[in-house]
């Protein structure tokens, strides 16, 4: 059974960045595309970025396009989300998730087979 754990998250200030880490267990990453939702109070989980199996595909919300990366290394089982240029819409709960496709994040409905238990990130002056 794939486990997923996310870390990274915390306080920081606008136009600041933070470095998140989805590490798994239980079965090998690489097997999987990940993807990076995240949800706001109040608010419908979103879908952000996510990173196809070999790596060589990527996907990023318009929102975070220019301020967010991913990018992943199967040798450490992990896959990173570094965000630069954070903005105080940006606060949210940071979700990993794993599946087959980065597609499938293309209809909001489809639920990722894995998820983590999410990492809090706070933008705040």
């Known amino acids: 059974q794939l486990q997923l754990a996310e870390s990274g998250g915390g306080l920081v200030q606008p136009g600041g960045s933070l470095r998140l880490s989805c590490t798994a267990s239980?079965?090998?990453?690489?097997?999987?595309?990940i993807a990076w939702f995240r949800q706001a109070p109040g608010q419908e989980r979103e879908g952000v970025s996510c990173?196809?199996?070999?790596?060589?595909?990527?996907r990023h919300a318009d929102f975070v396009k220019g301020r967010f990366t991913i990018s992943r290394d199967n040798a450490q089982n992990t896959v990173y989300l570094q965000m630069n240029g954070l903005e105080l819409e940006d606060t949210a709960v940071y979700y990993c998730?794993?599946?087959?496709?980065?597609?499938?994040?293309?209809?909001?409905?489809?639920?990722?087979?894995?998820w983590g238990r999410g990492t809090q990130v706070n933008v705040s002056s």
């Open positions: 239980g079965s090998a990453l690489e097997r999987y595309a």
């Open positions: 990173i196809s199996n070999s790596g060589g595909a990527t």
């Open positions: 998730a794993a599946d087959s496709y980065c597609w499938y994040m293309s209809n909001p409905g489809y639920r990722f087979a894995y």
